[in-house]
């Protein structure tokens, strides 16, 4: 049985393909690159997927390493798909489930990126990555990095939480501060020689990682898909891996009939693909003086911004604009009625389902996800005492 069916690299932009089997980051054009796979080659029933360890790697046919033995691994993937049912009530939305990636490896999802791109670095020769970073990304890819053997560079915004600072010098990596925001981080990046850039989406296997969000989420109701997926939306991996996800589900013929309707949440101090999308344009405009208290989701002007609003116009979804207040009062919300301490960009998402449930968007009878996506402990600061 062939370990994985990957076949090709695809431009979303210029259609070019490339040999996947290379150290390659953007295409030609400047856009980020998708795997794609060879999925009528893919022979695996449900019932054999059932049989498998419940991590990331039991989807090994539609990821991209070919071989189990650069498989690097911490044990990541299965998060938990929990019903709310208090707070789901409270905001008029009863069938409210919560995918917790609090849970991961390094307490993020982020974990899943690393995992796979971490794999396929080593796998097709890399051994020193370096990556700009707002925090999470940068310690789960250095978590990874030294599971490895590989020498990884770091470089976040000085205000970036504490904890994943010290995660990242606890592996060995190089950390180095930048006294601005990622685009700083990420221009030190860039200055540096002898490093693979693994930024987000400048290599194509990050969102490979993150894609198994959403075929966990397809899995763990059955194959029977919710109407509704709300993702706290940065750089906008997730979202896109969460679509892809389901588009190779449905190649594949264990899914059918609509897609969950896709929503990106972002902050009204770091919205760029919200304004985009409300002004029905293909791409976002930078958006100046960035800040919110949802630190992982200040991104000024994602790279693949016009992968994530074709998500949403694909699957009839949309976007929304949540305040700093309303985020930490929501965070605060959960945790009293679920038990449930989320990241700050985790919140975002309860915000904007309370808010989509208030206008109508939100349906009393849909089943709804929402995306948490790290453990609200690493943002001690978020809460007073």
């Not at 911490?74 to 009863?94: A, F, H, N, S």
């Not at 190089?174 to 990420?186: E, F, S």
């Not at 290599?203 to 959403?214: H, L, N, Q």
């Not at 709300?230 to 059918?256: F, H, N, Q």
Request: glycine share 10%; with cysteine.
């Amino acid at each position: 049985m062939t370990f994985s069916a990957l076949s090709r690299l695809e431009c979303p932009k210029c259609g070019l393909t490339h040999d996947p089997d290379q150290v390659i980051g953007l295409c030609p054009c400047g856009s980020p690159l998708l795997a794609r796979y060879d999925v009528p080659a893919v022979k695996l029933t449900k019932d054999e997927l059932a049989a498998r360890p419940p991590d990331l790697w039991r989807y090994h046919e539609l990821l991209p390493v070919r071989a189990p033995e650069n498989v690097v691994t911490l044990g990541e993937g299965m998060t938990p798909l929990l019903p709310l049912p208090r707070y789901g009530r409270e905001i008029g939305v009863d069938r409210l489930l919560m995918k917790d990636e609090g849970l991961i490896p390094t307490g993020t999802f982020k974990a899943r990126g690393a995992a796979v791109g971490v794999s396929r670095a080593y796998e097709v020769g890399v051994r020193r990555i370096a990556m700009p970073t707002n925090g999470n990304a940068g310690s789960a890819w250095a978590a990874y990095a030294a599971r490895a053997g590989l020498e990884a560079l770091v470089a976040m915004p000085v205000a970036a939480p504490e904890i994943c600072r010290r995660e990242v010098k606890v592996v060995g990596a190089r950390l180095h501060l930048v006294d601005g925001l990622i685009g700083d981080a990420a221009a030190y990046v860039r200055e540096q020689e002898g490093y693979f850039d693994v930024s987000t989406l400048k290599e194509p296997y990050r969102i490979e990682g993150k894609k198994t969000m959403g075929l966990e989420i397809a899995e763990q109701l059955g194959w029977r898909l919710p109407d509704v997926i709300v993702y706290p939306t940065g750089g906008g991996v997730g979202i896109i891996g969460i679509w892809k996800a389901l588009l190779e589900l449905r190649e594949l013929g264990w899914i059918d009939g609509p897609l969950p309707r896709l929503v990106a949440v972002q902050s009204t101090g770091c919205a760029p693909i919200v304004q985009a999308y409300e002004q029905g344009l293909p791409e976002s405009e930078p958006w100046p003086d960035a800040q919110t208290v949802a630190f992982g989701i200040t991104v000024p002007r994602a790279l693949g911004d016009f992968l994530v609003l074709r998500a949403i116009a694909d699957t009839g979804g949309t976007a929304v604009a949540v305040g700093d207040e309303t985020i930490l009062a929501e965070q605060r919300r959960l945790a009293e009625l679920e038990g449930a301490f989320v990241c700050p960009e985790g919140a975002a998402t309860f915000a904007a389902a309370r808010r989509l449930r208030e206008s109508g968007w939100i349906h009393a009878g849909d089943q709804v996800v929402a995306l948490n996506t790290g453990l609200g402990l690493k943002y001690p600061q978020t809460v007073p005492l």
